[in-house]
């Protein structure tokens, strides 16, 4: 392993060390494609290395998957925590005070679904937060392209829906 990669492993440690809640590929992709880092692939391999390592942890849906650091992780941060610069370590903190609000928004909710016993399909949608459960709604779905539809609405309406459960739940 290059000290490149130590670095971008020790750098994926610290981003999901600093924050209360996961991030996603595609949060942490994202910030290391914008800052100029390194590459797509180089991030892929980086994060699949950090799950083989067991330094960090999944939980997939049909479309994301969201990771947290593991209590090796923060050991192995703490180790080499020193391996990152104070400039990289500004780089995200700013990230993360300028994201924060959508940041959180988007790993506060998920939904996925998968086969009922019987027919059709279960579809689960949450709502957290951090790690207190605002909302848990499984619904029974026909189709898989249903299933796919209420994952994919969940993310554009869940707060419309939840303002809809509670309007009406607490009359």
Not at 149 to 159: L, S
Request: aromatic letters at 12%; a negative charge.
């Amino acid at each position: 392993m290059t000290e490149l990669d130590t670095m971008y492993r020790i750098m994926i440690l610290y981003m999901l060390n600093k924050l209360e809640y996961p991030l996603t590929n595609t949060q942490i992709t994202n910030f290391i494609l914008e800052k100029d880092y390194t590459n797509y692939f180089t991030v892929q391999q980086t994060i699949s290395d950090l799950l083989s390592s067991e330094l960090i942890t999944a939980e997939s849906t049909h479309n994301n998957t969201r990771y947290r650091i593991t209590d090796e992780g923060k050991e192995t941060l703490r180790f080499f925590g020193d391996k990152i610069s104070p400039g990289i370590k500004k780089d995200i903190s700013d990230y993360f005070e300028e994201h924060h609000f959508e940041l959180k928004k988007e790993t506060s909710s998920f939904a996925d679904f998968f086969k009922a016993s019987g027919s059709g399909y279960q579809v689960r949608c949450q709502i957290k937060n951090l790690e207190e459960t605002v909302l848990d709604l499984t619904l029974h779905v026909a189709t898989r392209e249903q299933a796919l539809a209420v994952c994919d609405n969940w993310q554009k309406q869940k707060d419309e829906v939840y303002a809809l459960l509670m309007d009406n739940l607490l009359k």
